[in-house]
């Protein structure tokens, strides 16, 4: 099945977030990360902490080419501070097998990544533009299995033959919205492939 990549990607991202409870705080300046083994660079708040994910590469592709091994080859988390973050990024990024549009690309990895949330609803999606990049957009909200109510932003987009996955959340109350998706959507446009 070709959506086991992307699917397992926000399983995860959806696990991570689960983890969030009730704090504000005030937004610091981005710094550049570049992630473990070159594949992006992306720009985080001074003040978080960016976990770089190790790969298993025995899921099946997100395309459907070569099903035998993963096509995921980078995962990177970036989450505010404190021992239970408002705010949580994960960014995948995919081997393509050619150059796609981001609806492409979004179409490709399949439309069906709601099945992985409980009680989702899309707040808005649609194609528009991330700085200068065409991008796949998704705002919606779920629940977790603790009964929190989290608000995301998903982005798909590509360079070349690199697909990016850019899923953030908080939880979902009027304070955390309007605090982090602004950040969220300043660290997806610092987001660049490195190769």
């Known amino acids: 099945m070709r959506t086991s990549s992307v699917a397992t ?3 995860v991202a959806a696990f991570i977030c689960a983890l969030t409870g009730p704090a504000v705080r005030a937004q610091t300046a981005l710094h550049p990360v570049t992630e473990s083994n070159g594949v992006f660079t992306v720009s985080v708040p001074e003040d978080w902490t960016v976990l770089q994910l190790p790969l298993d590469h025995s899921s099946e592709s ?4 070569d099903p035998g091994r993963s096509n995921i080859r980078a995962i990177m988390a970036a989450a505010a501070p404190g021992n239970d973050p408002q705010a949580l990024v994960m960014i995948f990024a995919f081997d393509l097998p050619r150059p796609v549009s981001a609806i492409d690309w979004w179409l490709a990895a ?4 709601h099945s ?3 009680d989702f609803h899309v707040v808005k999606e649609g194609i528009g533009k991330l700085g200068d990049r065409e991008v796949y957009y998704s705002h919606f909200t779920w629940r977790t299995e603790t009964d929190s109510s989290v608000y995301s932003v998903l982005f798909m987009l590509s360079e070349g033959t690199t697909g990016f996955l850019f899923m953030a959340s908080t939880p979902n109350d009027p304070d955390h919205v ?3 998706v602004p950040v969220f959507l300043e660290v997806a446009e610092t987001l660049r492939s490195g190769r």
Not at 62 to 65: D, E, M, T, V, W
Not at 110 to 113: I, S
Request: neutral net charge; glycine residues 18%; without cysteine.
């Open 116 to 118: 992985n949330f409980q």
């Open 62 to 65: 997100a395309l459907g080419q």
């Open 9 to 11: 990607a926000l399983v």
């Open 110 to 113: 399949g439309t069906g990544f």
């Open 178 to 180: 309007q605090q982090y």
